[in-house]
């Protein structure tokens, strides 16, 4: 044989070679082998990836078998599909066709983020950043911006009071600005057109009202007492007493980020104007982020003439008219918990309940 027949034997052997290689590269996309590890992986790709990186990271996730051969498809029969960034869950073995239509469609995961109730902003925003959307100082930049509610918010309170809290579906590559959008519109129509027109009836703002819900909402847990606590606190506004909240005392020590989680009794002297045993009237701005409930007792509080009340042990509150018998509502609940004592803490802790002094 000659040398120019072995070269070219040769070349069509490394031709036949290379098209078995292609060939079977191709065939191990559409037909990608079962995984040895957890079939389920989760892939996130940032806005702006690179195309090239999109498939190197979808390899190292052992989505597709070969990052080069995945891209070359994608360029010879699929550039027509524009890929989509965002955070993708595959079920392996996924056939690169599958991938493709999944990124081209923007087929990514939703997060279903619950805000309860009573959560002051920064406790709100943590439930969304730790699950890698957006970030602390991302959520605390959207938050300053306060000409989403114009005329409500001023100062340093920025939005608190005005994240209405409820389910939220968002994902990865939804912004801190975007989420703080929505919460704001839900509050507006959570927020009624009654509910306007009866605290313009009772004189207050709409910031007024939303201060006043978010301590409601942070004096009971039961939906049913709203409209009592609401009494307590309007029947002290009109007497000119002071409202002597515990949790605005709570919410003064988180700023001054002195918050140990007990409440004690030299808290109350607490020099702040959010600590409602030392000044008049309501505090500057809420102190969480109420919810419907309390927001409509707020401007609807029950008829009663209570001016106290004390937590019980079944998880609601006794209610009294005068001090002395709040006085013996607390001595009541006390004997109750005298029946499990637990050891003394170093520093002798505040009384439950709200409204505890003359």
Same mark, same amino acid.
């Given at each position: 044989?000659?040398? *120019?027949?072995?070269? !070219?034997?040769?070349? #069509? =052997?490394?031709?036949?070679?290379?098209?078995?290689?292609? &060939?079977? %590269?191709?065939?191990?996309?559409?037909?990608?082998?079962?995984?040895?590890?957890?079939?389920?992986?989760?892939?996130?790709?940032?806005?702006?990836?690179?195309?090239?990186?999109?498939?190197?990271?979808?390899?190292?996730?052992?989505?597709?078998?070969?990052?080069?051969?995945?891209?070359?498809?994608?360029?010879?029969?699929?550039?027509?599909?524009?890929?989509?960034?965002?955070?993708?869950?595959?079920?392996?073995?996924?056939?690169?066709?599958?991938?493709?239509?999944?990124?081209?469609?923007?087929?990514?995961?939703?997060?279903?983020?619950?805000?309860?109730?009573?959560?002051?902003?920064?406790?709100?925003?943590?439930?969304?950043?730790?699950?890698?959307?957006?970030?602390?100082?991302?959520? *605390?930049?959207?938050? !300053?911006?306060?000409? #989403? =509610?114009?005329?409500?918010?001023?100062?340093?309170?920025? &939005?608190? %009071?005005?994240?209405?809290?409820?389910?939220?579906?968002?994902?990865?590559?939804?912004?801190?600005?975007?989420?703080?959008?929505?919460?704001?519109?839900?509050?507006?129509?959570?927020?009624?057109?009654?509910?306007?027109?009866?605290?313009?009836?009772?004189?207050?703002?709409?910031?007024?009202?939303?201060?006043?819900?978010?301590?409601?909402?942070?004096?009971?847990?039961?939906?049913?007492?709203?409209?009592?606590?609401?009494?307590?606190?309007?029947?002290?506004?009109?007497?000119?007493?002071?409202?002597?909240?515990?949790?605005?005392?709570?919410?003064?020590?988180?700023?001054?980020?002195?918050?140990?989680?007990?409440?004690?009794?030299?808290?109350?002297?607490?020099?702040?104007?959010?600590?409602?045993?030392?000044?008049?009237?309501?505090?500057?701005?809420?102190?969480?982020?109420?919810?419907?409930?309390? &927001?409509?007792?707020?401007?609807?509080?029950?008829?009663?003439?209570?001016?106290?009340?004390?937590?019980?042990?079944?998880?609601?509150?006794?209610?009294?008219?005068?001090?002395?018998?709040?006085?013996?509502?607390?001595?009541?609940?006390?004997?109750?918990?005298?029946?499990?004592?637990?050891?003394?803490?170093?520093?002798?802790?505040?009384?439950?309940?709200?409204?505890?002094?003359?």
């Amino acid at each position: 044989m000659t040398p *120019r027949r072995r070269f !070219a034997l040769l070349a #069509l =052997l490394l031709v036949v070679l290379a098209l078995a290689v292609v &060939l079977g %590269g191709l065939w191990r996309l559409k037909n990608p082998p079962a995984p040895a590890g957890a079939a389920d992986v989760t892939v996130f790709l940032p806005p702006g990836t690179p195309v090239s990186r999109i498939f190197r990271e979808l390899e190292s996730a052992r989505v597709v078998p070969d990052a080069r051969m995945a891209e070359l498809y994608y360029r010879l029969y699929r550039s027509g599909t524009t890929l989509q960034a965002g955070e993708y869950l595959f079920t392996r073995p996924t056939s690169i066709d599958e991938v493709i239509n999944r990124l081209g469609t923007g087929d990514v995961i939703v997060h279903r983020i619950v805000v309860p109730e009573g959560l002051t902003s920064e406790e709100t925003f943590e439930l969304f950043w730790k699950k890698g959307i957006g970030g602390p100082q991302a959520f *605390r930049e959207a938050a !300053a911006a306060s000409e #989403l =509610l114009p005329g409500y918010t001023s100062g340093d309170s920025d &939005l608190e %009071g005005f994240l209405f809290p409820d389910t939220y579906q968002v994902t990865r590559t939804t912004s801190a600005a975007e989420v703080i959008a929505r919460m704001v519109a839900r509050f507006r129509e959570n927020f009624t057109p009654p509910m306007r027109d009866a605290a313009r009836a009772r004189g207050m703002t709409v910031r007024e009202v939303v201060t006043l819900a978010s301590i409601i909402e942070k004096e009971t847990s039961l939906s049913r007492e709203y409209p009592l606590v609401s009494s307590v606190y309007w029947n002290r506004l009109r007497k000119g007493m002071r409202l002597q909240a515990d949790p605005t005392v709570v919410y003064a020590l988180k700023r001054n980020g002195k918050w140990s989680g007990t409440l004690y009794r030299s808290d109350y002297e607490l020099d702040s104007p959010w600590n409602t045993y030392r000044i008049d009237g309501l505090p500057p701005g809420p102190i969480c982020n109420p919810g419907s409930g309390a &927001l409509a007792a707020a401007v609807a509080p029950a008829n009663t003439d209570y001016l106290y009340f004390v937590a019980d042990d079944s998880g609601g509150h006794i209610f009294s008219r005068s001090f002395p018998e709040h006085l013996q509502a607390i001595a009541g609940v006390r004997r109750l918990r005298a029946q499990a004592p637990e050891p003394p803490p170093q520093e002798t802790p505040a009384p439950d309940g709200g409204a505890q002094f003359p």
